[in-house]
């Protein structure tokens, strides 16, 4: 089955802690995204990365970074300097002819205790 | 700055009813809208896609209009069922684009 695969689903993390999301896809897609969710504010983007070894910052970068190391591999990690880090985490990829079509991942739920 | 206005936050309807989902963009230079459905815990999915060459686009019970005077796109949900209450997206992006700016969604919740 192709899909797009997030893990772990829940994720339960101390103040001042980093973590990282893992993201896996074997659709072949070039293009990866991350995306947070809060209520009534619908997806922002995080990061997204076109090809291997290169990845750019999207609307709300400050407190994440990213790799892309392998054309299906595309982790975030949540470091301490994001404020307010529980959401709602959705990995997403695209392939490059039709970048806009974006397939999703079942997404990761951080929560800060 | 928000370039994809979404209203209603929530909706709903009866059985049957046509829930209405309106947005508003900002940014002249969009060309492809999507329309993404998502259940809750899971992740969105794309449901239905326009261009602005067209004017409405049927997939199944969905409909997409299209006003590009108005920079306006709706999704209606005709004869809906119990099992289309979820959370729905509009999207947006420019030509060559490769991400997509997306509205705050709606929830419609359609009682049996």
């Known amino acids: 089955d192709g899909g797009i695969t997030q893990s772990p689903k829940y994720l339960f993390r101390k103040e001042g802690q980093n973590v990282t999301l893992s993201c896996e896809q074997n659709l072949n897609h070039d293009a990866m995204y991350w995306y947070r969710q809060d209520p009534g504010q619908g997806l922002r983007l995080i990061y997204y990365?076109?090809?291997?070894?290169?990845?750019q910052k999207g609307d709300i970068a400050e407190g994440y970074s990213v790799s892309r190391e392998k054309k299906e591999s595309f982790p975030l990690t949540v470091t301490s300097a994001q404020k307010n880090p529980t959401a709602f985490y959705l990995c997403?990829?695209?392939?490059?002819?039709?970048?806009?079509?974006?397939?999703f991942g079942q997404g990761t739920r951080l929560t800060v205790v | 700055q928000q370039q994809v206005k979404q209203s209603p936050q929530s909706l709903i309807v009866q059985k049957g009813g046509i829930p209405i989902i309106n947005c508003a963009y900002e940014n002249t230079a969009f060309d492809y809208f999507p329309w993404y459905q998502q259940f809750p815990g899971k992740g969105p999915a794309l449901l239905i896609a326009i261009r602005p060459d067209v004017s409405e686009k049927k997939e199944g019970r969905f409909t997409i209009s299209f006003n590009k005077s108005a920079k306006q796109f709706s999704l209606h949900i005709m004869d809906s069922q119990p099992g289309d209450s979820a959370t729905y997206f509009c999207?947006?992006?420019?030509?060559?684009?490769?991400?997509?700016?997306f509205g705050g969604g709606t929830r419609v919740l359609v009682k049996p």
């Open positions: 990365s076109q090809i291997v070894n290169d990845f």
């Open positions: 999207a947006a992006s420019k030509p060559a684009g490769n991400k997509l700016t």
């Open positions: 997403a990829s695209s392939p490059w002819d039709r970048r806009t079509e974006a397939f």
